[in-house]
């Protein structure tokens, strides 16, 4: 069952720009920390980035840091993924998560076993 829903991939060449979004129609992402994982063709998913629901807490990977920028709004009930620079490599299906487990993303890179909800994933293809 498919709990939150990701929005905004698409197709971008080198040095372009996208923002994913991660929505949750049927319940609210207050008190849980949101991840943003990715998986590339023929790789292990990973997670790119955190943001905490409270305590301002943010983890990037070192492979996205400095071009990707995460935030939530929680009035909206939404988190963003802003996605800058991008580069070929950056080419995968994005998963947004939620952590029942946490609320906050102090702890460094997410665990994936740790996010209960998912949603179904959104394709970027960074490609000229």
């Known amino acids: 069952q498919v709990q939150l829903v990701e929005s905004g991939g698409g197709l971008v060449q080198p040095g372009g720009s996208l923002r994913l979004s991660c929505a949750a129609p049927?319940?609210?992402?207050?008190?849980?920390?949101i991840g943003w994982f990715r998986q590339a063709p023929g790789k292990e998913r990973e997670g790119v980035s955190c943001?905490?629901?409270?305590?301002?807490?943010?983890y990037y990977s070192e492979s996205v840091k400095g071009r990707f920028t995460i935030s939530r709004d929680n009035a909206k009930n939404t988190v963003y993924l802003q996605m800058n620079s991008l580069k070929s490599e950056d080419t995968a299906v994005y998963y947004c998560?939620?952590?029942?487990?946490?609320?906050?993303?102090?702890?460094?890179?997410?665990?994936?076993?740790?996010?209960?909800?998912w949603g179904q994933g959104t394709q970027v293809t960074v490609s000229s």
């Open positions: 998560a939620a952590n029942l487990m946490r609320s906050s993303c102090n702890t460094g890179a997410p665990i994936q076993h740790e996010y209960s909800y």
């Open positions: 943001v905490g629901y409270s305590d301002g807490s943010i």
């Open positions: 049927r319940f609210t992402l207050d008190y849980y920390a």
